[in-house]
């Protein structure tokens, strides 16, 4: 078992950038894979990049080159660095985290990005 923890999300213009944090309460060495998620009001919940054990990294197309995805394994954290945020990236982020067999969610983080 793991719990979540996000935070990090907040209100920026767009251009800005914002740095989510998803902490685990067990060493992330011992999880399969750490994703963040996001979902936008009347969308479905979207990969938006993820890293697994091994250090491996993947990034959905609509963020690539401007979010970053990186841990810290010290803290058991895992970042979401975002630059150059666009209105679009509006959405409540979501921390997942794979310990086989069960699939775990952090509550979330609104990240909202105005023109």
């Known amino acids: 078992q793991v719990q979540l923890v996000e935070s990090g999300g907040g209100l920026v213009q767009a251009g800005g950038s914002l740095r989510l944090s998803c902490v685990a309460s067990r060493d992330i060495f011992s999880i399969n894979y750490i994703g963040w998620y996001r979902q936008a009001p009347g969308k479905q919940r979207e990969l938006v990049a993820g890293?697994?054990?091994?250090?491996?990294?993947t990034c959905a197309d609509s963020v690539k080159g401007r979010f970053t995805i990186s841990r810290d394994n010290a803290k058991n954290t895992v970042y979401l660095q975002m630059k150059s945020l666009k209105p679009e990236d509006t959405a409540v982020y979501y921390c997942?985290?794979?310990?086989?067999?069960?699939?775990?969610w952090g509550q979330g983080t609104q990240v909202t990005v105005s023109s």
């Open positions: 890293i697994t054990r091994r250090g491996s990294t």
């Open positions: 997942y985290a794979q310990v086989l067999p069960n699939d775990y």
